[in-house]
């Protein structure tokens, strides 16, 4: 059985004292974490988390980093909690390991290309501190370096999330040399044999070339010499997987892309490199068009060089990258090399400034061997701080604005999906609608083939689409449900002279619609469902004739409510009448027709004042839909009662719209409950099955 390695302090000899002590308490701390633990190899734990501080050392990452790497799969794996790093490390490495432990429970599972890029994304999002996403991709490369010991079907998948998101990441934030071994490593595991007969067939080649290598190292060594430039020459392997991607890309055959010699020169200084580059194409004759100058131009990662390439002694092609000093340093260690090569004058220009920002204010602060708390804001960067990434139930990722509710996804997954929802599930637990979504949450709008979107979302989406959408919505609805509302009032008060709509000829309709707001038949209708015409008048004008004024020769019948009318339809909020109760409508400016029970005492009021407002409702003899009613309830204040009345109301068949509470410490409590019940029969029958709790002490309905 293999020893438990140790904690070597050499290798972190660039930090100080300290934070070489705070270490070896973090090994501790870890190796009694994971006591017991074996990797798949058979090795204990602890050498994992080990390799992995080791491989961050070599990057120069400081203290915290280096703490975090050698805890970072406590969380994950062992019953230690955030609290207990947090007291025993401080805060900032506490958020270090629960940033690595949140990347660890995401998974990719899309093979899509467009879904790797945003996965790639959320995961920088989430990250945050750029520490995190180094501690991963460390951790990353070490299982990579060890994935031989993993069964073989678990292999393939993290060597194909490897080289879809991992090797990516370090690309973009300029970690070539960890960038190409991710990829290496990947290929390997995932074409192994592809792997070994590419990989035999670049060491033979290697074999025969080496003659000509060598001339052609001289030759340019000569040259630059020659011209009094001092530079460094060296030939340049080329990756086995690039060669490999060369090959199917470009549909090339092995030698045909092997067969290219790559070469490496760096100088001093950025003019040097054009010096360079002129005695170079002095030397052999440039392949035209191939000539790029990152200098000038610098990479999306900041990379630079000149790449350019030329015609060999027999016709070999070459290609030749020309940096300084520190642009190599840069192309290999990408972000790291600020912290490996730190005492060196860097000079950077505007595009690498703005990506490497965050790791210049770290050098200040670590050099100033500072305050933990600013080192940490320094550290910190939204690399998009205007998007949120978030899976759906199928795993496919979406971005949002920053902001972005539960109705903003609804309508990102599908226009009827935001119209139907009703509520939502975020991380498997059920959310309101209004709840701002976070990097990383797994969302799922839940739907039912009767819910319509509410004017109320207005306020706090996010997306165009959803606000678009659900404008349109409510626009139409209304406007279609107010018409045929406006149609019934109208005929309501058309019997009163014993006719039907359908009877009024076109050049009344004509005339009236000319007379009142000149549009159509339909907005006139739309217009009285919204009480912006009264239907008296307008059935006053339709029938009036040449000879004068028409007169009603009977009452006019009651509208009938169906429970159908939707927006062109309140049920007052003061009463909350339900089918069964007596009621009356009013038909008001802009909220088209309300009704109210007929003993509310806001309508008395008002009907003598504007008795034009009011017409005569009654109930449809068996509305289809359920109504909110509310119930005040009065029970002993007892652990459990709440349950208890609840359970009652369901089982009468009623659903709770809302509860409340009055505080009261006294013996009783007052709960407010907002019902849905279907008519007063059904009413009596739940308000029956609360009454017969014994620690209900007072129970009636709400009609005020
Ligand atoms: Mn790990």
């Given at each position: 059985m293999a020893a438990v390695p140790t904690l070597d302090a050499s290798r972190f000899g660039y930090l100080k004292p300290g934070d070489v002590a705070r270490l070896s308490e973090a090994y501790r701390f870890s190796n009694a974490a994971h006591a017991g633990q074996r990797r798949q190899s058979g090795e204990p734990y602890i050498s994992h988390p080990l390799a992995v501080a080791e491989i961050l050392a070599d990057w120069r990452l400081d203290g915290q980093a280096l703490q975090a790497a050698l805890l970072h799969d406590v969380m994950e794996d062992t019953s230690v909690t955030k609290d207990e790093i947090s007291d025993t490390f401080g805060r900032p490495v506490a958020d270090l390991v629960d940033g690595v432990s949140k990347l660890d429970r995401i998974e990719f599972q899309s093979a899509e290309f467009a879904q790797a890029e945003n996965f790639r994304k959320m995961l920088l999002a989430m990250a945050r501190d750029v520490r995190v996403i180094l501690i991963k991709l460390a951790d990353r490369l070490h299982n990579m370096r060890t994935l031989e010991a993993v069964p073989p079907a678990k292999r393939r998948r993290v060597a194909r999330e490897t080289i879809e998101i991992y090797a990516p990441i370090a690309n973009r934030l300029g970690l070539n040399a960890l960038f190409h071994e991710l990829q290496e490593l990947a290929f390997a595991h995932i074409y192994p044999l592809r792997y070994r007969v590419l990989a035999k067939a670049t060491r033979n080649a290697r074999g025969n070339r080496r003659e000509l290598v060598g001339k052609i190292e001289a030759a340019v060594k000569g040259k630059l010499a020659e011209a009094r430039i001092e530079a460094a020459v060296s030939g340049r392997e080329k990756h086995i997987y690039s060669i490999y991607r060369k090959m199917i890309e470009k549909h090339l055959s092995f030698s045909e892309v092997h067969d290219i010699y790559g070469l490496r020169v760096v100088v001093k200084d950025v003019a040097t490199c054009y010096l360079a580059i002129g005695a170079l194409h002095g030397l052999y004759k440039p392949v035209p068009g191939k000539f790029k100058d990152y200098i000038a131009i610098p990479k999306a990662n900041g990379y630079q060089s000149i790449h350019t390439a030329l015609i060999g002694p027999f016709g070999v092609p070459l290609e030749v990258q020309v940096r300084t000093e520190s642009m190599h340093h840069l192309a290999e260690a990408g972000v790291a090399s600020h912290w490996m090569y730190k005492d060196e004058a860097t000079s950077l220009n505007e595009l690498q400034k703005k990506t490497h920002q965050w790791l210049q204010s770290l050098l200040e602060i670590q050099s100033h061997s500072g305050d933990s708390q600013e080192f940490l804001e320094h550290v910190k960067v939204d690399l998009f701080p205007d998007e949120v990434y978030v899976f759906t139930p199928k795993g496919r990722i979406l971005s949002l604005p920053r902001g972005a509710t539960a109705v903003d996804f609804a309508y990102a997954v599908h226009t009827d999906i935001g119209n139907r929802c009703v509520a939502a599930k975020v991380n498997g637990e059920l959310v309101p609608l209004r709840t701002e979504l976070r990097n990383g949450d797994r969302v799922e709008a839940i739907t039912t083939g009767y819910a319509k979107p509410n004017p109320a979302w207005l306020q706090y989406v996010r997306t165009a689409r959803a606000r678009s959408n659900i404008r349109h919505f409510l626009k139409t609805m209304q406007y279609e449900e107010s018409a045929a509302l406006g149609e019934r009032l109208l005929e309501q008060a058309l019997k009163g002279y014993g006719v039907t709509p359908a009877e009024i000829n076109q050049a009344s309709w004509e005339r009236v619609t000319r007379e009142t707001i000149g549009v159509t038949k339909v907005q006139l209708l739309a217009d009285i469902g919204l009480g912006k015409q009264l239907p008296a008048v307008v059935a006053r004008r339709l029938m009036m004739r040449a000879e004068g004024e028409a007169r009603p020769h009977a009452k006019p019948a009651s509208v009938v409510i169906r429970g159908t009318e939707g927006m062109a339809m309140q049920l007052a909020s003061c009463c909350r009448p339900i089918p069964g109760d007596a009621i009356v409508g009013s038909i008001k400016k802009g909220l088209g027709l309300v009704v109210h029970t007929a003993e509310c005492r806001h309508v008395a009021r008002s009907r003598r004042a504007e008795p034009e407002q009011w017409i005569d409702v009654e109930w449809d003899r068996q509305p289809t839909r359920m109504f909110q009613c509310a119930i005040k309830v009065t029970v002993a204040n007892q652990r459990g009662v709440l349950a208890k009345v609840a359970s009652a109301i369901a089982e009468a068949g009623s659903n709770i719209d809302s509860i409340s509470m009055e505080e009261d410490r006294s013996v009783y409590t007052t709960m407010l409950f907002v019902l849905e019940v279907g008519n007063r029969a059904h009413l009596a029958r739940v308000l029956r099955s609360i009454r017969r709790?014994?620690?209900?002490?007072k129970l009636l309905r709400v009609r005020d």
């Open positions: 709790l014994s620690e209900v002490h």
